[in-house]
Nanobody, 124 residues
Framework: QVQLVESGGGLVQPGGSLRLSCVVS????????IGWFRQAPGKEREGVSC????????YYVDSVKGRFTISRDNTKNTVFLQMNGLTPEDTGVYYC?????????????????WGQGTQVTVSS
């Protein structure tokens, strides 16, 4: 059974940091590129970042460039999203998913695999 499980979300003050993890089971991680998406209340889902199947290519949406870093450890079947310099605009539910990753951003596979999401709240 394929599962993607996110963790690491929480409440943080502006300027703070969080590290999200996406642990994959049911397939070997280097089979797929993995993307991170977020959805804020009342807003459309946004592709934030993605990383190619072996980690050689990464993409970031402009609003997080220089603040977020995506990485993967295929030996641990885990993809990470290090988020620094957080702002209230980064608030939302963050999801990881299997994607195609290119300069256009992460595009989910259909059918594909998604995690259940982890809440990130940036507030003072």
């Amino acid at each position: 059974q394929v599962q993607l499980v996110e963790s690491g979300g929480g409440l943080v003050q502006p300027g703070g940091s969080l590290r999200l993890s996406c642990v994959v089971s049911g397939f070997t991680l280097d089979t797929y590129a993995i993307g991170w998406f977020r959805q804020a209340p009342g807003k459309e889902r946004e592709g934030v970042s993605c990383i190619s199947s072996r980690g050689g290519y990464t993409y970031y949406v402009d609003s997080v460039k220089g603040r977020f870093t995506i990485s993967r450890d295929n030996t641990k079947n885990t993809v990470f999203l290090q988020m620094n310099g957080l702002t209230p605009e980064d608030t939302g539910v963050y999801y990881c998913a299997t994607v195609r990753c290119s300069g256009s951003g992460p595009v989910p596979w259909y059918p594909g695999y998604w995690g259940q999401g982890t809440q990130v709240t940036v507030s003072s």
